[in-house]
């Protein structure tokens, strides 16, 4: 079964810290999501990856293709920042019809 | 613009009710999905719809039907719940075109008693 593993499960930081989450992917994918959760329970799309690198403000994402890996880095993080980030990919393999398949979430909690 | 609009948002039923639960998007995507989310597990795609008028089974279908008769609205129907439905139901909707990202609801939380 296609898998995607995120680390790691919580994260409590400092405001001001910078901040790395993690997400491995298992084979070939067309694409990889990060989106956040906040705490009332809505979900946004941050980036959509397929190589390289994404700045959005103190968010960044890169991804590795060959190592399946990829991870989500805030700078100068804040109290504001507390949410769950999750991590999803679209797998290339024929019948998916590009279904995206989710990590289990990694919650972020920033102390002020 | 409201994007992904679910109702109800919390819903309390018996075991052996039914109930639908409503998706309703004004972005003209075609595709459409219904999600269950389980404390400690990702979210799990119950079924999907590529267009009006067709469906198709996810990862965890059993318990569920769906229609999609107008392209706007997905529906998921619970015909008799269960215990085991108790979770936290989302719905999605994107463009059919390229890598497009998934425009989420806000949830309907729903437990079975």
């Known amino acids: 079964k296609n898998e995607v593993e995120q680390s790691p499960q919580n994260l409590t930081a400092q405001e001001g810290e910078f901040i790395t989450i993690n997400c491995s992917y298992s084979v070939g994918i067309s694409a990889l999501h990060w989106l956040q959760q906040h705490p009332g329970g809505g979900i946004v799309s941050l980036f959509m990856?397929?190589?390289g690198k994404k700045k959005h403000g103190r968010l960044i994402a890169t991804i590795n293709i060959q190592e399946k890996h990829s991870s989500l880095h805030i700078t100068a993080s804040h109290p504001r920042d507390s949410a769950v980030y999750i991590c999803?990919?679209?797998?290339?393999?024929?019948?998916?019809?590009?279904?995206?398949?989710f990590g289990k979430g990694t919650k972020l909690s920033v102390k002020p | 613009n409201a994007g992904v609009t679910q109702t109800p948002k919390f819903r309390v039923l018996k075991t052996g009710q039914s109930m639908t639960l409503l998706c309703a998007q004004d972005?003209?995507?075609?595709?459409m999905y219904w999600y269950r989310q389980d404390p400690g597990m990702g979210l799990r795609l119950i079924h999907y719809?590529?267009?009006?008028?067709?469906?198709a089974k996810g990862e965890v279908p059993d318990g569920y039907n769906v229609s999609r008769l107008k392209k706007q609205n997905f529906l998921l129907g619970l015909e008799s719940a269960a215990p085991s439905q108790t979770s936290v139901y989302f719905c999605?909707?994107?463009?059919?075109?390229?890598?497009?990202?998934?425009?989420f609801g806000d949830g309907t939380r729903l437990s079975i008693l």
């Open positions: 990856l397929s190589s």
């Open positions: 999605a909707s994107r463009f059919i075109t390229g890598n497009q990202p998934q425009h």
């Open positions: 999803a990919v679209r797998y290339n393999y024929g019948g998916s019809q590009g279904n995206l398949i």
């Open positions: 972005m003209n995507h075609e595709y």
């Open positions: 719809s590529v267009g009006e008028g067709t469906t």
